[in-house]
Antibody, heavy 121, light 107 residues
Framework: EVQLVESGGGLVRPGGSLRLSCAAS????????MNWVRQAPGKGPEWVSY????????NNANSLEGRFTISRDNAKNSLYLQMNSLRAEDTAVYYC??????????????WGQGTLVTVSS | DIQMTQSPSTLSASVGDRVTITCRAT??????LAWYQQKPGKAPRLLIS???NLESGVPSRFSATGSGTEFTLTISSLQPDDIATYFC?????????FGQGTKLEIK
């Protein structure tokens, strides 16, 4: 069974940093591209960042202004999101999501349960 | 950037009704469109990929069609378990854009 389990969320002050993790199991993690998607309270999902299966290609939403960095460790079956210079508008549930196809751009067929990040003083 | 607009934002229907949700893109995007169902407190669930392909395990009362810039998700006979918010998503060139969502309520 495919499982994605996020962790690392919490309350952080504006300007602070946080590192999210996503532990993957039930599939060959190293052969799938992955993403981070966030969802602010009462809003629709917003794509944050993409990383290819090898980690060799990364793409980020323009709105992040370079503050977030996605990475992965295929030996540990883990995905990460380093978030710096956090703002109140970054408050959201953060999900990791698997790309459906093993090649190219595709929809997201598995999602984690999400981890809540709250940015507030 | 391509923008995705869903309509209506909220839809109230009765059990057994045929329900249609529309998603419009600001540019031609066919067939790179997916539909998701999200229940409160849960992650989105993939229903449809590539504009019209039903994912495994999704009830056959769900269907989707469309081309170019206009796409629709249809539930042929609304069931209580279908109460949720539905999102469309465009994907291409490692960029992803979601619609703002359609909240489906029971009348």
């Amino acid at each position: 069974e495919v499982q994605l389990v996020e962790s690392g969320g919490g309350l952080v002050r504006p300007g602070g940093s946080l590192r999210l993790s996503c532990a993957a199991s039930g599939f060959t993690f190293s052969t799938y591209s992955m993403n981070w998607v966030r969802q602010a309270p009462g809003k629709g999902p917003e794509w944050v960042s993409y990383i290819s299966s090898s980690g060799g290609y990364i793409n980020n939403a323009n709105s992040l202004e370079g503050r977030f960095t996605i990475s992965r460790d295929n030996a540990k079956n883990s995905l990460y999101l380093q978030m710096n210079s956090l703002r109140a508008e970054d408050t959201a549930v953060y999900y990791c999501a698997r790309v459906r196809a093993k090649a190219g751009t595709d929809s997201f067929d598995y999602w984690g349960q999400g981890t809540l990040v709250t940015v507030s003083s | 950037d391509i923008q995705m607009t869903q309509s209506p934002s909220t839809l109230s229907a009765s059990v057994g009704d045929r329900v249609t949700i529309t998603c419009r893109a600001t540019q031609k995007i066919h067939p790179w469109l997916a539909w998701y169902q999200q229940k409160p407190g849960k992650a989105p669930r993939l229903l449809i990929s590539d504009a019209s392909n039903l994912e495994s395990g999704v009830p056959s009362r769900f269907s989707a069609t469309g081309s170019g810039t206009e796409f629709t998700l249809t539930i042929s006979s609304l069931q209580p378990d279908d109460i949720a918010t539905y999102f469309c998503q465009h994907y291409n060139n490692y960029l992803y854009t979601f619609g703002q969502g359609t909240k489906l309520e029971i009348k």
